[in-house]
């Protein structure tokens, strides 16, 4: 038997108070969350808590797990980047720390030995699952911004999960905070420095990242709907033969780039993202495409609830 699950995270301003959900059916789903966190840390703990949870249970730990994600953030770094991630010891191929380390470390550990598939679902298009993840994990986000422990749900037809606070309806947090779930990192707003807060309230970059990859994909470039979520209103766009498309025009002009699989050849540590403040972020990076090799740059900015594509530029690079 296969077991067919959605994850799910949300963060209401990311960071912000975040939530995370993982939902089979009525019965059976769970949800957390944190005080602050970010979007990435909310889909990354639905997947960790879905494993260990099925893990626990004498019933689903022998069977196949087949996750539902509207995160490629979550698919690509399981599936694609964490081998050589921990060939380099847990960093990106520029040496840099991978975020969300913990979490990573966790899902690695949690995926031994069990057969489980990844699956890409199109958020907020009406997946059943999808769906009910996304309600679950906002809603957990949602009590943390107003001081409520979430509902939790019922775990596995009724029985507790790893790490899991009560179940029931939203009660008042106690002064302490909430309890930390199992592998994942809570900030504790009483104890940050000022460095640790400035840090806490920097954009997380890989975000961007993942979107750009996302705009070089087959999926996103057969897809003007899925693509328009990514782009800015006012977006400028200069491809390598110096034309320049505004955001209707590079919509109509989409297309799968005929053999050229960017995402193949690059991934999220390829791009160089570079906060240039709260709501901007910069990403540098190289790809090769049907008209040879380009510089490429972009501009995003977040609106406080989403990053869009508002500038982007590609240079031939002379042999």
């Known amino acids: 038997m296969t077991i067919t699950a959605a994850a799910d995270g949300s963060a209401l301003g990311n960071p912000g108070p975040a939530g ?33 949870s099925t893990a626990s249970d004498p019933r689903t730990a022998d069977e196949e797990l087949l996750v539902l994600c509207d995160s490629q953030y979550v698919i690509n770094s ?18 840099r720390p991978v975020l969300n380390v913990e979490l990573m470390q966790a899902i690695d550990a949690a995926l031994k030995g069990r057969r489980v598939r990844f699956e890409w679902v199109k958020g907020h298009a009406g997946h059943p699952l999808n769906e009910a ?38 009660r008042p947090v106690r002064s302490a905070g909430p309890t930390e779930s199992a592998g994942s990192p809570v900030p504790r707003s009483d104890s940050r420095g000022p460095q640790e807060k400035e840090r806490e309230d920097a954009p997380d970059p890989t975000t961007v990242a993942v979107q750009e990859l996302a705009l070089l994909s087959d999926v996103v470039r057969s897809d003007p709907d899925l693509a328009e979520q990514l782009l800015s209103p006012d ?37 160089v993202a570079t906060p240039l403040s709260q709501n901007v972020i910069l990403t540098t990076y190289e ?31 002379l042999e």
């Open 133 to 170: 993840a996304d309600r679950r994990a906002n809603a957990a986000a949602t009590a943390f911004r107003d001081g409520v422990v979430p509902d939790e749900g019922p775990g596995l037809g009724g029985y507790p999960t790893p790490g899991a606070q009560s179940a029931g309806k939203a």
């Open 235 to 271: 977006l400028g766009w200069t491809d390598s033969s110096g034309k320049v498309l505004d955001r209707e025009a590079f919509l109509g002009s989409l297309a799968p780039l005929a053999g050229f699989d960017a995402v193949d050849d690059l991934c999220e540590a390829d791009i």
């Open 78 to 95: 399981v599936t694609k980047w964490m081998p050589g991630w921990k060939r380099r010891g847990w960093k990106k191929r520029d040496g």
């Open 20 to 52: 995370w959900a993982w939902y089979i059916d009525d019965r059976t789903w769970h949800a957390g969350g944190w005080p602050r966190g970010t979007n990435n840390m909310g889909e990354l703990m639905a997947v960790l808590d879905l494993l260990e």
């Open 287 to 317: 790809t090769d495409g049907p008209r040879g090799r380009a510089r490429c740059s972009s501009v995003w900015v977040s609106d406080g609830e989403r990053w869009t594509l508002r500038h982007h530029q590609a240079t031939p690079v």
